[in-house]
């Protein structure tokens, strides 16, 4: 069973920067697609980003295009989320999410993803 656990959430200003992290504490997901989601109180789980298990393709919520990076590094069971120039409605619980199955496609449904992290707070103030 894979576990998965997030790190560096914060409270910060708008305009600031972040980077989460993703590390697969048990398992191997080195091959498998994985993702970050976004949740607010009230509100479905959003898609953010996700990438494939080498990086190569890659997919964007709009709303983050530019100004967040994803990225894996698969010898650290690693995934990464660079966030810059933070906004008030950045705002939630930030979950990594990893598909079972190999593959190297991009899923941007939360059903499409099978192991979760636990979530990490950010939150951006004005």
Do not use: H
């Amino acid at each position: 069973q894979v576990q998965l656990v997030e790190s560096g959430g914060d409270l910060v200003q708008a305009g600031a920067s972040l980077r989460l992290s993703c590390v697969a504490a048990r398992g191997s997901v080195s091959r498998n697609t994985m993702g970050w989601f976004r949740q607010v109180p009230g509100k479905e789980r959003e898609f953010v980003a996700c990438l494939n298990l080498n990086g190569a393709r890659r997919s964007y919520t709009d709303s983050v295009k530019g100004r967040f990076t994803i990225s894996r590094d698969n010898a650290k069971s690693t995934m990464y989320l660079q966030m810059n120039n933070l906004k008030p409605e950045d705002t939630a619980v930030y979950y990594c999410a990893a598909r079972a199955r190999v593959g190297s496609n991009v899923w941007t449904s939360a059903t499409d993803y099978d192991y979760w992290g636990q979530g990490t707070q950010v939150t951006v103030s004005s």
